[in-house]
């Protein structure tokens, strides 16, 4: 009888694998459509229509799929069962998407997704017109939707969590907001005078000029390729093509593709963005290939951690540039100095806006937006209210008076997209970028000259053993650092690394 | 009563069209994984099993979809109220489909899908070692299955349709085997005698030179875009890539794709698969948008005789050479007269390939297939004798002893892909595009000149207008052509235009 018993729930577990297995399938068919939308399809009206239809009815599908009863009961037939902590996570991971999805009702589900387009309108007129109170009902009446869904999302009625919180979980599993405020403070505390002192009055910025200039594209997508493929990006498991917006996409562990954009008149820009997909592309590229539920990459900001990881820590730093010098040289017929070039991508300068930003301006923007959707959410900020206290933020945090909306409060698509939660990410993944860094050096002693010499696969390697093999197996970024690292996530070292460099390199 | 009825009933229309939509839909979408898959995916085991995993889950998806009982039901419904004759044809082309697919019992469709590979893999390693013996077995469960298969269409009990017809039907809807005789008869009876005489001792070939040297390969890919845009393909509706074998692929008539590929050493092959292929191409741009079942192309031979006539009727004609003459020399850096590169074209000999055989031999080894697998299907032909009456029929009409079965019988994969009833589809293609070539030639007296110059603009109106916006208006390609030509099929005009050529082109 047991053993019957037994051999019965084993076979639970295996058929919501098979289950989850065929909706993956399908996301990943979805995914196709997406890429080749973004990078293949011809650009008419009538062509982006029909691929829209095409996939709606294959979201529909996947949602049906996704909401079967079936899952339910297999997941609760297993849950008896599995001993195996692996398996065990599996079905907690399984389980949560099951139900955040049953819990949502059609109709919100409908009426958030038909929002999310009409919002989106909304918000490029309104930039259009530099005019906030274009945006302000469709604004209110998204952060209205993103409660719904985030109290549809609640486990139980004592499931004290804040909406906040629940928002964040969709794009950082397992991070509090009072987590957050720990260590943004602490950037905050620590870049506010650094940037003072360091794009003050009396500091010498390096030239930018070897990176502009006349520069022929193909020779730049050349450049781009010999160098994130010495990174490590595998090119005969995934591809490298050109899009509006450079973006990655993992069509399975063996088929990853990036892209990236390219200008004319500067160089470093396109390789900066090849770079940094690059780093997006090693980490799927690394996940376990049997694609359960937990062979997915963490959470976004631990996927931002390895794209910044590779654009900063490799890509900006001195040794990087004695490796690359040659190579800029010989595919755009220049003659720069690895100094020059070291200095020239280092430029740092206040701006307003977060996509043009450097490293050591880049986390006040995002601490700014982070503290006002978390108020706006919270309720603590009325709508109408927010390009004051945008700009009343930026004047505090960067000096600053921001001359306009479009420069200022409506500059990015997030909010309009219902996005809240996301904002954060960005400086979480890159206080983590600035911390594997530090791990990797202290277990690579020679880590500076591997990079001298463009030998990057022990740095690689590192990367694959310390976190993306782990896939989704800590329920955390902290947890994922404290177990892999000895500590978690820990901000101290990337405010290190901003006050040494631009210290050293502005001369102040 | 009666109108709230009426209503309903036209209500069960518009929701079975909207059922068929969201099938298409996803038909599409598998056609995206496929074309990314032809044309994009990187080249590893593991990427392509993953692609397949993709695939088969939208596939099941759309069986699943496709066999729907609701479907049934609004056919039904449907039906009893419908008078508008285009709605009528939809209701019937939306019926065999639907019957089709539920009559094969689940099990044999699972069957025949892996009867497919693995007698591919046979035909493959038969084909390598040049033993039909080893195809022999596979063969005969892939015929016997097609017959199963067959048997499963018939409409009724009393439905007296060979089985041959049937699977004929599959790729020539309303065709009949016995019409087909007539039809490769007269071919045969011309052919064999014209073929002896022109490829004859006496005949004195042109030379094939000017299409030899080397050249460029992003040249000849120009130059091939040149010559297909100004054809009529529009490629800001589609787009041209490179594959291993050409291929046309519409995800929808706003996107429609064609793939070439080109030699160093011989730049027509290229050329003359683009413009076959931009035929295909410019059928599927300008079927009805509205993508309904009336909506798409009436038959693989209605098919073929787009891309023929365009590659033949059009690119094989003195007059296109005055047009094409200075395109060419001025891609690739030669010097050519225009009567030296029609010559060249229009080579032909005896050979042992189809594949490889030009407009000239090429009928007789469709005849050779066609009266193979017809007899073969019919039980007339027992699959150990296939080699030996190849060899007999292959001797009899092109006067040649095939010397391997590699060479022969095993040459194809149509067999071991359980496609019988396609191969005859290629010679009507030829045919039809004949008989188009005659009666646009009628229709455009100046034609020969408008050709000389480049304009066919007229010739793409004429096609659509006779041909692409029928879709599958009509039930056949006799009953197409009688409506819109004013005759059926008509055999004359092919072999007319192959007499008049080769006897003043050989000088014979």
Redesign the interface.
Known sequence: MMTSTSTSKETAYQQLLQEL??IK??S???S??E??KMV?????E??SM??G??????A??IHEKSIQPKIGELLDEAQTVVTDPEQKRVLELARKEYEKKIRVPTELAARKAQLSSKSYKAWTEARAANDFSLFQEPLRECIATAIEVANCYKKTEDDNRSVYSILLDNYEVGMDPARIDQIFDQIKAALVPLIERVLGPDATAPSQEPLQGTFDIEQQKQLCQTIVKQMGFD?????IDVSVHPFTMS?????VRITSRFRENEWYQGLAATMHEGGHAIYEQNLH?ASRPIDEALSMGMHESQSLFWERHIGLSKEFWDYATPIVNEHLGTNHSPEALYGAVNYAKKSFIRVEADELTYPLHVILRFEIERDFIQGQLSVEDIPARWNADFHTLLGLQVPSDEQGCLQDIHWSMLAYGYFPTYLLGAAAAAQLAHYCAKDIPDMKDKIKKGEFLEIKSWLTNKVHQHGKRYPSLDAHFEAELGEPLNPSYYIDYLVNKYTELYQC
Chains 1, 2 share one sequence.
């Open positions: 297995d065929s399938q399908l990943r068919a979805a196709v459509l890429y080749d293949f399809m011809p650009m008419n009538h062509s029909a691929r239809k095409q996939s709606a009815a294959l529909a599908v090119d005969t498991h995934g591809r069509l399975n562990p063996h088929d290939p």
